[in-house]
T-cell receptor, first 115, second 110 residues
Framework: KQEVTQIPAALSVPEGENLVLNCSFT??????LQWFRQDPGKGLTSLLL?????REQTSGRLNASLDKSSGRSTLYIAASQPGDSATYLC??????????????FGSGTRLQVQP | EPEVTQTPSHQVTQMGQEVILRCVPI?????FYWYRQILGQKVEFLVS????????KSEIFDDQFSVERPDGSNFTLKIRSTKLEDSAMYFC????????FGPGTRLTVT
């Protein structure tokens, strides 16, 4: 059974700092990996999707990398801003689970960017 | 930009009552999902739906739950005989490749 772990659970940084959020998963046979942002009491906003054949994806100040063989992904946020404060969730879609292709989520990293 | 919508945003119900949570997926998507998130816990998969039938369900999705696509646009989750532990955020999602989530319905069972 796939397990997804995110470290750290919480992070507080001053504005302008570059930061890295980590995600690991136990079964490397994945179809893709998504990073989401969740604001308190709100839904999930998809940030980046990395297919299993890709090594990284970029969107603006966000860069996500994938090392499937080691079961790891990182989300790099450049020049952090107070508006980046949210919980960041990592989720994987298993390769063999062709029936449901559901996502397995990590617990998230709660990010606070101090102005 | 197309988005997944959910209604209601907040539902309060008494224990033992039935609730129906509604979702309108993105129109050209073929796969639909329900997830839930109990306060302070991980987002958990409940059920996936494709080609007008359930393609897979988790161990959480027991006989208390059912899903339906009553017409070409709506996708519903029915919870019968609600329990206190059903209180959670319920998210609908749809996808072609990338999964898009709705804003959620906060269900409070009292």
């Amino acid at each position: 059974k796939q397990e997804v772990t995110q470290i750290p659970a919480a992070l507080s940084v001053p504005e302008g700092e570059n930061l890295v959020l980590n995600c690991s998963f136990t079964d490397s046979a994945i179809y893709n990996l998504q990073w989401f942002r969740q604001d308190p009491g709100k839904g999930l906003t998809s940030l980046l999707l990395i297919q299993s054949s890709q090594r990284e994806q970029t969107s603006g100040r966000l860069n996500a990398s994938l090392d499937k063989s080691s079961g790891r992904s990182t989300l790099y946020i450049a020049a952090s801003q107070p508006g980046d404060s949210a919980t960041y969730l990592c989720a994987v879609m298993d390769l063999m689970d062709t029936g449901r292709r559901a996502l397995t989520f990590g617990s998230g990293t709660r990010l606070q960017v101090q102005p | 930009e197309p988005e997944v919508t959910q209604t209601p945003s907040h539902q309060v119900t008494q224990m033992g009552q039935e609730v129906i949570l509604r979702c309108v997926p993105i129109s050209n998507h073929l796969y639909f999902y329900w997830y839930r998130q109990i306060l302070g816990q991980k987002v958990e998969f409940l059920v996936s739906f494709y080609n007008n039938e359930i393609s897979e369900k988790s161990e959480i999705f027991d006989d208390q739950f059912s899903v339906e696509r009553p017409d070409g646009s709506n996708f519903t989750l029915k919870i019968r005989s609600t329990k206190l532990e059903d209180s959670a955020m319920y998210f609908c999602a749809s996808r072609e490749v990338e999964q898009y989530f709705g804003p959620g319905t906060r269900l409070t069972v009292t």
